[in-house]
């Protein structure tokens, strides 16, 4: 792809230097140019844009890649009131083809599996009006994302869609069941779509199925830890890398809760989702990547005090079966 002489350590760091720079003064936000620009001059700005990203997205791939990206895709309503739009609707629209472009980036970068935040359970709260078209959009995103898409006909993304289904119309359930079912042999990507969904839902329901599975036998009581009650989550491993909310708003609206508290790297955006750019994923890969040692290092500093926790939890249990077995005996 690119000639030898690139091939060299100095050499990815200086387009690491250009592309950062590129970054944080040539597309600020990912915001449109702000001078008036002909057609042949736009055309040429918007050519030389595309390759400075393919370009990017070499160098961030020489670095650390985060296996798991969650988005809480917040802002649609505001930037359609912001872009002067007819409806919400409307920003919604402009959020799904944002996903795609993201969806797009997320791939081309090499991230295995990608969360998104399509509809929260309270969302049922909105206006008939607001939640009848979500829910047409689902129905037809969905089916259209399965059939038409090329991530999933070349990339071989799959589909999985996650939350308290019985609360979807039968025509939105029909949706999800074809494009999963379309895409469950996929090798790509997996695209959890989180719909209707909240986490603590997600927590209460794997607790319930924990407790079934002891009452059904396929379970000892003893035996219930983290790792019994993860299984269930309805969002599976591997470990949330990087949770991205969009619009501003510095809180979780109840998303991944469980996975995020397991030094997932959280990152703010002051801008509607609509707005997210390149220049803003790009920017929170570089400093993940920084980061990624760091979060490594007490991770496993964690996971050594955990299991050191669990054998010391062990022997006293087993010291206290003896202490009982030997008061029977006397």
Not at 34 to 49: D, E, F, G, R, V
Not at 67 to 77: A, C
Not at 161 to 173: C, K
Not at 239 to 255: M, W
Request: glycine share 6%; aromatic share 10%; hydrophobic share 40%.
């Amino acid at each position: 792809m690119f000639p030898s002489y690139l091939q060299s350590w100095y050499a990815y760091a200086g387009l690491t230097a250009l592309i950062l720079a590129y970054i944080v003064v040539g597309g600020v936000y990912g915001q449109q140019w702000p001078l008036p620009l002909s057609k042949q001059c736009q055309a040429i700005c918007t050519y030389a844009q595309g390759k400075l990203r393919l370009l990017a997205v070499h160098v961030l791939r020489q670095g650390p890649i985060p296996q798991h990206v969650g988005f809480i895709m917040d802002g649609n309503r505001r930037f359609a009131k912001k872009a002067h739009m007819e409806t919400p609707s409307s920003g919604h629209m402009a959020g799904f083809s944002k996903l795609t472009k993201v969806l797009e980036w997320c791939n081309d970068l090499g991230i295995k599996h990608v969360s998104v935040f399509a509809f929260a359970i309270n969302n049922f709260n909105r206006s008939t009006e607001e939640v009848g078209a979500l829910m047409g959009m689902a129905r037809d995103k969905l089916r259209d994302l399965a059939e038409n898409s090329e991530l999933v006909n070349k990339y071989g993304v799959r589909i999985r869609v996650v939350g308290f289904r019985d609360l979807l119309p039968a025509d939105v359930r029909e949706s999800i069941e074809y494009a999963e079912e379309k895409t469950k042999g996929n090798l790509g990507m997996t695209l959890n779509v989180c719909c209707p969904y909240s986490a603590t839902d997600e927590i209460s329901t794997a607790l319930r199925r924990v407790v079934e599975d002891v009452e059904n036998g396929l379970l000892e009581a003893a035996d219930i830890n983290e790792k019994e009650l993860e299984r269930r989550l309805q969002i599976p491993g591997p470990d949330l890398d990087i949770l991205v909310r969009t619009s501003g708003q510095i809180r979780f609206s109840n998303f991944m809760l469980w996975q995020s508290a397991k030094m997932a790297y959280i990152q703010f955006v002051d801008a509607y989702w609509p707005e997210f750019s390149f220049y803003h994923m790009a920017r929170i890969l570089v400093s993940w990547q920084l980061a990624s040692r760091d979060i490594e290092r007490r991770k496993l500093a964690g996971a050594v005090h955990d299991s050191l926790a669990a054998s010391e939890q062990s022997r006293n249990s087993v010291s206290s079966s003896d202490t009982c077995c030997g008061d029977r005996a006397f």
